[in-house]
C-alpha cells in the first residue's frame, strides 16, 4: 500500500509538472522545499520538548527571568504541545508534499517558535493580549479552515475548468482542479486534526489560487 501510494504521488507530479510547464511555473521548488521541510521536522519534533523546558527555565515566565518555577511549567507544557504540534505538521508536510496550500497561516493556529526545533526563533505569547484571543481564537480558525477546506474543496474542480476554458486549456484546468480539490482534502483534514496544537507560522508549498475554493466564483 505505501509503495503504490508512493508511486501515485510521483506519477501524479511528473503529470503535473508536464501539464504546467508551458506556463513555466515553478512547480517542483516549492515541493521540494516542502518535503525536506517536512522529514526534518517529522524525525526532530521531539526535541521541542528539552528545548521548551530549559527556554522555559532561561527565559522564565513571560520573559521574568526571576520566575523559573513558572517558566519551567510551562516549558513543560509548551514542551508537550510544541512536541505533537512539529511532528505532526512534519509528517503532514512530508506525505503531503505534492499538495497545494493556504498562502498564509496569519491568525490561523498558535505558531511555533521557528521553522526548525533547534532555532530559538520567536516565543509566541499565549497570553497576549489574554489566553483566548492569544490561543483559542487561532485554534478556532484553524478548524473553521479546516472544515470549510474539507466541505467545499471540491468547489475547486469547476473553478479551475471554468478558468482553463478561459485560458483556452480545458485539459490543464481539469487536472488543476483535480488536484487543488484533493489539496483542499488534505489541508482540512492536516487542519482539523492538530488544531489544538502549533503549527509553522508561514507555508514553503505551492500555493492555491484563492484563500477559500468559492472566491474565484463570480469574477471577471
Known sequence: MKKKALLFSVLFVLICTQAFCEEKTDFLGPMTAKMKRGVINTFTGWAEFPIQIWKGYDEGFRGNRKDKFRGILFGIVDGVSHSVGRTASGLSDMLGYWAAEPESDAGVGVSLDG???????????????????????????????????????????????????????????????????????????????????????????????EEWPWEAFGEE
Do not use: C
Not at 159 to 171: E, F, M, R, Y
Open 115 to 209: 521553522e526548525y526545533a533547534w532555532e530559538k526563533g520567536e516565543p509566541y505569547d499565549g497570553f497576549d493580549p489574554d489566553f483566548t484571543q492569544a490561543v483559542i481564537r487561532p485554534s478556532v480558525n484553524k478548524l473553521f479552515r479546516g472544515s470549510g477546506n474539507l466541505i467545499f474543496g471540491f468547489m475547486e474542480l469547476p473553478n479551475q475548468i471554468t478558468k482553463g476554458i478561459k485560458d483556452k486549456a480545458p485539459d490543464r484546468g481539469v487536472l488543476k482542479g483535480l488536484w487543488f480539490w484533493a489539496s483542499r482534502e488534505v489541508s482540512g483534514i492536516s487542519d482539523l486534526l492538530s488544531a489544538p496544537f502549533p503549527n509553522p507560522h508561514d507555508n514553503v508549498g505551492f500555493k492555491f489560487d
